[in-house]
């Protein structure tokens, strides 16, 4: 019974076993699939999880150890250039760049963009990172955070916020940068437009210059021709005057030995006085031709100084005549008409002794005629402009007229050239009461020369001392004051330097710059009785005023034409009544101001008469008489002019003025020009 039972029970079991099977291997099955799902779950949640905050990774890097941790992670946990990995402990080294210049870890962000599209929300189990409760998360799409699902909504709200605010604010700003790029569209636009405009004025300005200088360069050349074929004309004629001197002179040699040989007769002696007779008067002929008519001067100059759109003046061709005639003691005329009254009665020994003293006289005659020549090969003696009157009415005139111009004759000292007593473009001179030294400033030879006051040389200052201390570089004015201490102006460091009589540099007045105070170019300066200092700054156009210890204290002018304004001011000098006296070079004028800089008075405008200017450049007072001296540098003289400014006269030159650049007057009535196209000194 009991195996019955058994036996019943196994064939029961036998037929229910396929269904059992089957239901058995299916639960089986699912639990497996349960059990992968809960341990692959669980090793993606350890790669994606940070070892320090243990939370999903946000921008993972991987230190070189090839251990991967949150950006801000490694931020917290290094210091310095120097780290250790938690993980390993092995050292790493911070880059020059920072933590984020790690390697990103490519195989984390991958995974982590694979989870957030294989499932809506894969399920994995780690910190919430708004609740910071362990529980079922997912990872956020937009921001990679690790919420659940209750904290979910939250996040989103928050996200949603955030973005919404940030895009306002980007809207807004772009809305400000679009009508700001309109503006400057429209502006550019604009300019563009009036590009046209300003590409037509300067084709018209252009096409005016190029016409005005071809105008210009027309009627240059005109004038150099008719002053080629004048001065051809001139050499014509002063060969053929050469070439009767020649034969007139054969004649007298020959002659001479013939009169002196026993060997002559009557009739050989009555034909020399007849072709003497003839050549008398060729020579006073020849007299009026060569020494007494006025000698014509020639001169060409071209320059390019201002080219402007209203007055192009590229150079000029200038043909004069000097209106003084050349004084000569050679009298022919006199002479001659005196020697040669022979009686053609005479006996045949008085012919004789008169026609050799006739012949000895225009010996002497024409020797002084033709030394004359060789000392002036052009045919022209030294020229020297006088306001006399030129009127040969009368002999007593022509005295008067030769009295005036020897009245001054000058000493010159110095040439081109480097040694002690030459000069390269000598500019400023200034003079020492207490050493009574004349000084020099030799600017292309960059050193300071000294004279006594009778023009010896005494010494010469270079630009580096005994001692190897540079002192200045390429000196171009000097000044001393009543302290006896020299102010110097460098034309190279545009420096004004003051040294005691030792050449030890005491201070430095100013600085270069374009600010007020400063100096960009300066060219002159003077002191007054209160030992204020005035400088010329003909880069800034103006005057600049100083106190003795260099404290700045005023500027005044500007460039322009008005009172007051400048065109690269050249020299100062202090007039009486505390007055200042200003070369306004390129406005061709003097300008008088009292020391605080309010203009009184202007004199002269660009001309030749006497009391106009031509780039007037030094200026020199004189105290006892109240006369003005400017060495008007265009013009090649120097103007003097009365307490008034009014009445005017010249500084007379037998040799004349060639580049003056500044004057010196003396004590004993004495005048020092330096002349810089010359490079040399005269003392009249």
């Known amino acids: 019974m009991k195996s019955l039972t058994t036996l019943?029970?196994?064939?029961?079991?036998?037929?229910?076993?396929?269904?059992?099977?089957?239901?058995?291997?299916?639960?089986?099955?699912?639990?497996?699939?349960?059990?992968?799902?809960?341990?692959?779950?669980?090793?993606?949640?350890?790669?994606?999880?940070?070892?320090?905050?243990?939370?999903?990774?946000?921008?993972?890097?991987?230190?070189?150890?090839?251990h991967t941790f949150c950006k801000l992670c490694l931020e917290r946990i290094t210091e310095d250039r120097w780290g250790r990995c938690p993980v390993c402990r092995g050292c790493y080294r911070v880059p020059f760049a920072g933590v984020g210049s790690f390697?990103?870890?490519?195989?984390?962000?991958?995974?982590?963009?694979?989870?957030?599209?294989?499932?809506?929300?894969?399920?994995?189990?780690?910190?919430?990172?708004?609740?910071?409760?362990?529980?079922?998360?997912t990872v956020c799409e937009h921001c990679r955070e690790a919420i659940c699902c209750k904290c979910r909504r939250q996040?989103?709200?928050?996200?949603?916020?955030?973005?919404?605010?940030?895009?306002?604010?980007?809207?807004?700003?772009?809305?400000?940068?679009?009508?700001?790029?309109?503006?400057?569209?429209?502006?550019?636009?604009?300019?563009?437009?009036?590009?046209?405009?300003?590409?037509n004025v300067i084709r018209n300005k252009v096409a005016d210059l190029i016409e005005k200088i071809k105008q210009e360069e027309t009627k240059l050349l005109h004038n150099v021709q008719e002053f080629s074929k004048a001065e051809q004309k001139l050499i014509d004629e002063k060969n053929a005057c050469l070439q009767d001197l020649s034969i007139i002179n054969k004649f007298c040699l020959e002659s001479q030995g013939i009169l002196h040989s026993k060997e002559e007769t009557d009739q050989e002696a009555i034909e020399i006085r007849q072709k003497c007779e003839e050549y008398v008067l060729s020579v006073n002929d020849l007299q009026s031709r060569i020494l007494i008519v006025k000698t014509p001067i020639r001169r060409i100059s071209f320059?390019?100084?201002?080219?402007?759109?209203?007055?192009?003046?590229?150079?000029?061709?200038?043909?004069?005549?000097?209106?003084?005639?050349?004084?000569?003691?050679?009298?022919?005329?006199?002479?001659?008409?005196?020697?040669?009254?022979?009686?053609?009665?005479?006996?045949?020994?008085?012919?004789?002794?008169?026609?050799?003293?006739?012949?000895?006289?225009?010996?002497?005659?024409?020797?002084?005629?033709?030394?004359?020549q060789s000392d002036y090969p052009n045919g022209s003696s030294p020229s020297y402009r006088s306001n006399i009157s030129t009127s040969d009415n009368n002999g007593c005139c022509r005295q008067q007229l030769q009295s005036q111009n020897h009245k001054r004759t000058p000493r010159i000292i110095g040439k081109r050239g480097t040694r002690d007593t030459e000069?390269?473009?000598?500019?400023?001179?200034?003079?020492?009461?207490?050493?009574?030294?004349?000084?020099?400033?030799?600017?292309?030879?960059?050193?300071?020369?000294?004279?006594?006051?009778?023009?010896?040389?005494?010494?010469?200052?270079?630009?580096?001392?005994?001692?190897?201390?540079i002192r200045f570089h390429h000196p171009y004015?000097?000044?001393i004051d009543s302290d006896n201490r020299l102010y110097l102006i460098d034309q190279s460091e545009r420096r004004i330097?003051?040294?005691?009589?030792?050449?030890?540099?005491?201070?430095?007045?100013?600085?270069?710059?374009?600010?007020?105070?400063?100096?960009?170019?300066?060219?002159?300066?003077?002191?007054?009785?209160?030992?204020?200092?005035?400088?010329?700054?003909?880069?800034?156009?103006?005057?600049?005023?100083?106190?003795?210890?260099?404290?700045?204290?005023?500027?005044?002018?500007?460039?322009?034409?008005?009172?007051?304004?400048?065109?690269?001011?050249?020299?100062?000098?202090?007039?009486?009544?505390?007055?200042?006296?200003?070369?306004?070079?390129?406005?061709?004028?003097?300008?008088?101001?009292n020391c605080e800089g309010d203009h009184l008075l202007s004199i002269g405008q660009r001309g030749k008469l006497l009391a106009e200017f031509f780039r007037p450049l030094g200026l020199a007072y004189d105290e006892t008489t109240e006369r003005l001296f400017v060495c008007d540098e265009g013009n090649n003289r120097v103007t003097i002019f009365n307490s008034d400014f009014t009445t005017t006269?010249?500084?007379?030159s037998k040799i004349g003025f060639h580049g003056p650049y500044d004057i010196l007057l003396l004590k004993d009535g004495r005048i020092i020009i330096s002349e810089h196209r010359a490079h040399r000194l005269q003392i009249i």
Request: with cysteine; hydrophobic share 30%.
């Open 497 to 593: 330097k003051v040294f005691n009589r030792d050449f030890k540099l005491i201070r430095v007045i100013g600085q270069y710059g374009r600010d007020v105070g400063q100096y960009s170019a300066p060219c002159d300066l003077c002191t007054n009785e209160q030992n204020y200092i005035f400088v010329c700054d003909a880069g800034g156009h103006r005057i600049l005023k100083y106190s003795e210890q260099g404290q700045f204290l005023l500027a005044w002018g500007g460039l322009g034409t008005d009172n007051g304004q400048f065109k690269c001011p050249a020299c100062v000098c202090i007039l009486n009544g505390d007055r200042l006296a200003v070369s306004d070079w390129g406005n061709d004028r003097i300008q008088v101001f």
């Open 155 to 199: 996040h989103y709200d928050e996200f949603s916020r955030y973005i919404s605010s940030k895009l306002n604010e980007t809207q807004q700003e772009t809305e400000k940068l679009i009508a700001k790029e309109v503006e400057n569209i429209k502006n550019h636009e604009e300019n563009v437009c009036r590009s046209d405009d300003i590409a």
């Open 303 to 372: 320059f390019n100084r201002d080219i402007s759109s209203d007055s192009i003046s590229l150079g000029f061709v200038e043909i004069g005549m000097v209106l003084e005639p050349i004084e000569s003691t050679v009298q022919l005329s006199s002479i001659f008409l005196s020697s040669l009254k022979i009686e053609p009665s005479s006996t045949t020994s008085s012919t004789d002794a008169d026609l050799q003293h006739c012949s000895k006289q225009l010996i002497r005659c024409l020797s002084a005629t033709l030394q004359q």
């Open 8 to 66: 019943n029970q196994h064939q029961k079991q036998s037929c229910e076993s396929p269904r059992s099977l089957m239901s058995d291997v299916i639960d089986s099955s699912s639990s497996t699939s349960t059990i992968e799902s809960s341990r692959s779950s669980k090793s993606i949640l350890q790669l994606i999880t940070c070892p320090i905050c243990l939370e999903i990774f946000r921008e993972p890097l991987q230190l070189p150890c090839q």
């Open 423 to 469: 000069f390269m473009h000598p500019s400023s001179l200034a003079y020492s009461k207490r050493d009574q030294l004349i000084y020099v400033c030799d600017t292309y030879n960059n050193r300071l020369v000294t004279y006594s006051i009778d023009g010896i040389f005494q010494q010469v200052y270079t630009a580096i001392s005994e001692t190897g201390e």
């Open 477 to 479: 004015a000097i000044h």
């Open 649 to 652: 006269e010249l500084v007379h």
């Open 103 to 137: 390697e990103v870890n490519r195989t984390i962000v991958n995974l982590l963009e694979s989870l957030s599209h294989t499932e809506p929300k894969p399920m994995l189990k780690a910190k919430c990172a708004l609740c910071k409760l362990e529980d079922t998360i």
